[in-house]
């Protein structure tokens, strides 16, 4: 289903989402196309999903300073720091995955976390013989049912997260990052120092640093909504406006200014209305 071009650093692309997005609980997709007369370099801010992207353009990720490159197929850790995309011939898939998700179908995800890693290299041969159908298919709507799909079978097959984690990290979610560790693991029945070592191993964060993300994108969000950064600060939580400028300088590198004008959120309205 075709949404409305978006401008993405100067360029105009085309974005395309599934007619069914809730076939897969904890999964978004997106399609993107365009042309830019010169390169497109796009920062990615930090996200409470792991990020994949199947590219059949140019686009590559980069892990700045001087990291791993990813080129066709590559999968981008939870909460990413220092990532960025470049292209000039824009046509990719890409998907958001919930990480208690992405635990079941990328194998080793966690350890991925906040980086920048080939597909190929969690999937195998797998990654490159999905990309070609996709590549060889013309509409974004088989291409999506393909992705459902294998998902859907790597989910089957996969190692699902212990029941208590997916329940903490819903509940994180639901709080918008405004709910304290030892409050978490009294719901969940566990002490703080097993919930802290499961959690990790299983989403590749902290419960902490996940309820610093999951805040840092509510906020991120309001702020792109035209929210000045006074207001956003107390409404999520931050101690005061100096606390939520720390904040974004730690996560992306970025004062809450610039963060609101960023091109990565710009695309957000469009390509992932209701996936958050």
């Known amino acids: 289903m075709a949404r409305d071009p978006v401008v993405v650093a100067g360029a105009l692309v085309d974005v395309?989402?599934?007619?069914?997005?809730?076939?897969?609980?904890?999964?978004?997709?997106?399609?993107?196309?365009?042309?830019?007369?010169?390169?497109?370099?796009?920062?990615?801010?930090?996200?409470?999903a792991v990020t994949v992207f199947i590219d059949f353009g140019d686009m590559v990720m980069v892990e700045d300073p001087g990291g791993a490159r990813a080129a066709g197929s590559g999968v981008v850790g939870?909460?990413?720091?220092?990532?960025?995309?470049?292209?000039?011939?824009?046509?990719?898939?890409?998907?958001?995955?919930?990480?208690?998700?992405?635990?079941?179908?990328?194998?080793?995800?966690?350890?991925?976390?906040?980086?920048?890693?080939?597909?190929?290299?969690?999937?195998?041969?797998?990654?490159?013989?999905?990309?070609?159908?996709?590549?060889?298919?013309?509409?974004?709507?088989?291409?999506?049912?393909?992705?459902?799909?294998?998902?859907?079978?790597?989910?089957?097959?996969?190692?699902?997260?212990?029941?208590?984690?997916?329940?903490?990290?819903?509940?994180?979610?639901?709080?918008?990052?405004?709910?304290?560790?030892?409050?978490?693991?009294?719901?969940?029945?566990?002490?703080?120092?097993r919930l802290w070592s499961r959690f990790r191993a299983q989403i590749g964060l902290t419960p902490k640093r996940a309820a610093q993300l999951v805040r840092f994108d509510d906020a991120t969000h309001r702020l792109a909504a035209g929210f000045s950064a006074a207001r956003v600060s107390a409404e999520t939580g931050y101690a005061d406006q100096s606390h939520f400028h720390r904040e974004a300088m730690t996560f992306a590198g970025l004062t809450p200014s610039a963060l609101a004008d960023a091109p990565w959120l710009a695309v957000d309205p469009v390509a992932w209305a209701g996936t958050r």
């Open 16 to 48: 395309a989402v599934p007619a069914r997005p809730d076939r897969l609980a904890g999964v978004g997709m997106a399609g993107f196309r365009g042309r830019a007369p010169t390169p497109i370099d796009l920062p990615v801010v930090p996200f409470p």
């Open 78 to 193: 939870v909460g990413p720091v220092g990532v960025r995309g470049s292209a000039t011939d824009v046509d990719l898939l890409q998907l958001r995955l919930s990480p208690v998700v992405a635990h079941a179908v990328l194998s080793g995800a966690p350890e991925v976390s906040g980086s920048v890693v080939g597909l190929d290299e969690l999937w195998g041969a797998e990654a490159e013989q999905l990309r070609e159908r996709l590549h060889d298919t013309a509409s974004w709507e088989e291409r999506f049912a393909i992705v459902d799909d294998a998902l859907i079978d790597r989910q089957r097959t996969g190692t699902a997260v212990d029941p208590e984690v997916a329940f903490a990290w819903q509940r994180i979610m639901v709080s918008g990052g405004q709910i304290r560790v030892e409050a978490l693991a009294a719901e969940v029945g566990w002490s703080r120092k």
